[in-house]
């Protein structure tokens, strides 16, 4: 597959994600590959498209834990605990938020959702594992593109918090 990598830009329009890293001045290098149709599993498309590690490519997922909605970033080779993300909200239990929701909210379609410039801001939690990467991958609001960002300028742009969420 293709690979085009841009430091702070990428060719052709911007995303949200990519106009709010520009905005706060934060480093980044956009990745973007050719997204096959028939793949369902969008992460491991990504890790396998830009030869990195699966447990450096993280997904974002949106939960719902006592009526409000969460964001989860955990490595695509693993699973969001939602109990763990629960307990690092201080909330009782968390629900996967339905898929329309998720896409009204956040202004991303799934697959291309990305944990960065999202319509509505929702509390976000990031897998302690990132911690062990000096940069990370990321949705960069479409499918076929992931930004590369340090896990520290993705906590602190998302407003986010580390926690152990994947299983």
Known sequence: MAKKKRTGAQAGPGTPATVALTAAGIPYTAHAYVHDPQVSNYGLEAAAALDVDPDRVFKTLLAVADGRLLVGIVPVS??????????AAGAKRASMAD??????????????????????????FLDDSAAAWATIFVSGGRRGVDLELAPDDLLRITAGRLAPLAR
Do not use: C, F, N, W
């Open 78 to 87: 693993r699973m969001l605990d939602l109990g763990s993300l629960a307990a």
């Open 99 to 124: 898929p329309a929701l998720a896409e009204r909210k956040t202004g991303y379609v799934v697959g291309g959702i990305s944990p960065l410039g999202q319509r509505t801001a929702s509390p976000t």
